[in-house]
């Protein structure tokens, strides 16, 4: 993921997808500042076996709805930055969403909402609320959500296991869990169907592997002996 190819108005970097494509031998997901049909066409002939859409499917649901039907659900990623909602929260611009946007109507936040999407990297307030922002897009052609709390990425203190429970309770496609991992522990945690666990499919994790702090295949050695069905890390 790019994460501010949408916020710096770049496109992702077709070269570096074609040779991560190259290299690995799992299912490779591919997103920021992906825009239109064309763009996941490029990335998928790149290499990419799913391409993630953020910003531009808010603002513009109809792309991703186009993309979707031309390529299919399975292929379709829906990433959602959410923020809780809270009495300091900024109002959103109300000319970022076209006036006939649904996020300025059902989709809109209300007395009931606990978290909003952002967007340009999780700078931007839409008013829209996330629970019913991932149900739409599953609508519009979502296979699969990948959820952010924007809240605790970074701080290694684990997942937002309500937000991501909330979102997993409301979508009938898998949802993967992000931002705030910081030990195997987190991650079991959010995709435990236990008492309080996240419910989710899969967990997403970055700084506890880039800094080596953890191994993959130790991380799944964890998991798995918290009970979680997991498959073994290559030797």
């Known amino acids: ?17 074609k040779r991560v494509s190259e290299q690995v031998f799992i299912p490779l997901t591919v997103g920021g500042g992906v825009r239109s049909a064309a763009d996941v066409r490029r990335l998928l002939q790149a290499g990419a ?23 299919g659900n399975q292929c379709m990623v829906i990433a959602i ?21 649904p996020g300025k109507r059902e989709l809109a936040l209300g007395p009931s909402s606990q978290w909003e999407v952002y967007v340009h990297g999780g700078r931007t307030p839409t008013g829209i609320d996330a629970v019913k922002w991932a149900e739409y897009a599953v609508g519009l052609g979502a296979g699969e959500v990948l959820l952010t709390s924007m809240d605790r990425d970074g701080h290694l203190d684990g997942y937002d296991l309500e937000l991501t429970r909330a979102v997993a309770d409301a979508v009938p ?63």
């Open 1 to 17: 993921l790019d994460i501010t190819a949408s916020s710096d108005g770049r496109d992702t970097m077709i070269d570096v997808v």
């Open 49 to 71: 076996d799913k391409v993630a859409m953020n910003t531009a499917a808010v603002l513009d649901p109809a792309a991703f709805a186009e993309a979707a039907k031309a390529f």
């Open 81 to 101: 930055d959410a923020r809780r909602v809270g009495p300091d929260s900024p109002a959103a611009d109300p000319s970022l969403l076209a006036d006939d946007h």
């Open 173 to 235: 496609v898998p949802v993967i869990a992000s931002g705030g991992a910081g030990n195997p522990s987190h991650m079991a945690e959010a995709v435990s169907d236990g008492p309080g666990g996240g419910r989710a499919d899969a967990a997403l994790a970055a700084s506890i592997f880039h800094y080596g702090e953890f191994t993959v295949a130790e991380t799944k050695r964890q998991m798995a002996a918290a009970g979680l069905p997991i498959r073994e890390a290559a030797s």
